[in-house]
């Protein structure tokens, strides 16, 4: 699979860009296990035209994350293409527009899978920023707005004619959010369009080997893009990629490989973020990588609680002493409700 002169392998797995997840560290811990590329956070046009620091900050990348895509979200033209401009200047490998988060205060703005209810404005913009930029310009989108109006097949065709290099779907309507299975039958089709040039990543409910080989398999498409089942296992782009190539399961990790991949993801927040931002975007990540341990309750507060980096790490390496014999092979974490 290429993104225009970009090289990503047969059966390409790419991480899905999610708000408060995708943060350099753990991008850079996915990255570690696998995952062929990586997206960042989903970044407010407005808010980087603003010059708002919290959006400037998530245009910040590492080559160690390459190939990394910038997505951006908006509901008006001429934002999102300064904003496509001020993205391109970071350096990324690709400029990725959201035209998939079901989120009420994005998509009621007209905003994310918003402008699926305007199909000629979302065309315009990916033509505007298209032009704009030199940079290959990928979307992300739905099935449509509901069940109704799944117009994908449509779509798909549409924003290939304007010049994007890539389309990525996720098997649902806005109107699902995240309920329900993804339904892959309209992305298949979308790929299997004799019209369709482009390469066509599926998202949606992928969350092992098994289920990512049915995806190719089934539906034919070019990449696979996992959101929500890498939230606490990063470690899943290694899981699916052994899969893929062997045809058998790896066993979850130990909980002392738990805890060395944790104390890492943690180290790699403190150098990026400093240690007061480092270990308060960790808390959002850390206790994912325990599910499953009992008696925990104590031992999380204190991960959740604590910002002293000595303490922290002593906290795992207590963890590792305490339940190292704990079978957590059956344990996957909850997913999140979240993913763009």
């Not at 895509?69 to 200047?89: F, K, S």
């Not at 799944?150 to 959010?177: C, F, P, S, W, Y």
């Not at 949606?204 to 606490?232: C, H, L, N, W």
């Amino acid at each position: 699979m290429k993104i225009a002169n970009i090289e990503l392998g047969e059966r390409a797995l790419l991480l899905a860009p999610m708000e408060d997840v995708t943060d350099p560290s753990f991008r850079y811990m996915c990255k570690r296990f696998g995952a062929d590329m990586v997206y960042t956070e989903f970044i407010s046009s407005d808010g980087l035209i603003r010059d708002a620091a919290k959006s400037l900050k998530k245009l910040e990348i590492d080559d160690a994350e390459r190939p990394v895509g910038i997505q951006i979200y908006g509901h008006l033209i001429d934002p999102m293409v300064e904003a496509a401009r001020m993205a391109e200047a970071a350096g990324p490998d690709v400029i990725d527009i959201n035209f998939g988060c079901p989120v009420k205060k994005i998509a009621g703005r007209g905003a994310g899978s918003g402008m699926m209810r305007d199909v000629p404005l979302m065309v315009e913009m990916t033509r505007r920023i298209v032009a704009a930029v030199k940079k290959p310009v990928t979307v992300k989108t739905r099935l449509g707005w509901d069940e109704e109006s799944k117009n994908i097949e449509e779509i798909a065709l549409r924003l290939q004619d304007v010049g994007i290099a890539a389309l990525t779907i996720h098997g649902r309507t806005r109107a699902q959010m995240y309920r329900g299975e993804a339904d892959w039958t309209l992305i298949g089709k979308v790929k299997n369009n004799p019209q369709i040039r482009i390469p066509i990543i599926g998202n949606g409910d992928v969350d092992s080997g098994p289920k990512a080989r049915e995806m190719f398999d089934r539906y034919g498409v070019d990449g696979v893009m996992i959101g929500r089942a890498t939230y606490g296992r990063p470690w899943i782009f290694r899981e699916v990629k052994h899969y893929l190539s062997t045809g058998e399961a790896l066993p979850q990790p130990s909980v002392a490989e738990r805890v060395a991949i944790a104390k890492e993801h943690l180290q790699k927040s403190l150098e990026i973020k400093g240690d007061h931002v480092g270990i308060l975007e960790m808390r959002r990540h850390m206790t994912n990588y325990f599910k499953g341990l009992p008696d925990f309750k104590s031992t999380r507060l204190k991960l959740v609680t604590s910002l002293d980096t000595a303490e922290l790490f002593a906290t795992l390496d207590e963890i590792a002493c305490r339940w190292g014999g704990y079978d957590l092979s059956e344990a996957v974490p909850a997913p999140l409700s979240h993913n763009l």
